[in-house]
T-cell receptor
Framework: SQQGEEDPQALSIQEGENATMNCSYK?????LQWYRQNSGRGLVHLIL?????REKHSGRLRVTLDTSKKSSSLLITASRAADTASYFC????????FGDGTTLTVKP | DAGVIQSPRHEVTEMGQEVTLRCKPI?????LFWYRQTMMRGLELLIY????????DSGMPEDRFSAKMPNASFSTLKIQPSEPRDSAVYFC?????????????????FGEGSRLTVL
């Protein structure tokens, strides 16, 4: 089974709204990473949060990590049409395992 | 740097044929990964190398799959013989340091992928 599981599977919002995606994992991790994949392209690293961190910011991205609940969330604020993509979490612990991703559609 | 370079971008072949996918990692990166992405199974780690040595190939689906890294700037993933269920997008990724053991492990840099269709 996948170490990272994203929720929801698909999310559709209007430009300017915030988008929140969640990730759950099963075992202990060293860090958790979020990646973005545009259609037909490779994955691009967005942000990494270490197991001893609770929150991290990068531009319009905010990531939280709750190791007690084995979950993470990715918040994209003030979304843009260009944010339309699939977003994956990767739990790093023993072996990297990617979830199935959340497909985000931002309507202009 | 040009990033991770994969070839071919698209490959269509018939069942039973040999398929070879190629990857050039980012110069200076010590780790190279091969992933497979399908709708059904998502993104799966097939094998990864450290300093050209295979470290973990437990994700390789079966003996029809083999991977080599003859030098720091080149790796191949070979499927022989290919089957329709091998149809997928195969990604190569490289990284400076990945141990899966520390909280400082950094990012993977992915190529654009090789889309394989086996008829």
């Amino acid at each position: 089974s996948q170490q990272g599981e994203e929720d929801p599977q698909a999310l559709s919002i209007q430009e300017g709204e915030n988008a929140t995606m969640n990730c759950s994992y099963k075992t202990s991790i060293n860090n958790l990473q979020w990646y973005r994949q545009n259609s037909g392209r490779g994955l691009v690293h967005l942000i990494l949060i270490r197991s001893n961190e609770r929150e991290k910011h990068s531009g319009r991205l905010r990531v939280t990590l709750d190791t007690s609940k084995k979950s993470s969330s990715l918040l994209i604020t003030a979304s843009r049409a260009a944010d339309t993509a699939s977003y994956f979490c990767a739990a790093w612990g023993g072996k990297s395992t990617f979830g199935d991703g959340t497909t985000l559609t931002v309507k202009p | 740097d040009a990033g991770v370079i994969q070839s071919p971008r698209h490959e269509v072949t018939e069942m039973g044929q040999e398929v070879t996918l190629r990857c050039k990692p980012i110069s200076g990166h010590d780790y190279l990964f091969w992933y497979r992405q399908t709708m059904m199974r998502g993104l799966e780690l097939l094998i990864y190398f450290n300093n050209n040595v295979p470290i973990d190939d437990s994700g390789m689906p079966e003996d029809r799959f083999s991977a080599k890294m003859p030098n720091a700037s080149f790796s191949t993933l070979k499927i022989q013989p290919s089957e329709p269920r091998d149809s997928a997008v195969y990604f190569c990724a490289s990284s400076l340091v990945i141990t899966f053991q520390t909280s400082s492990d950094g990012e993977l840099f992915f190529g654009e992928g090789s889309r394989l269709t086996v008829l």
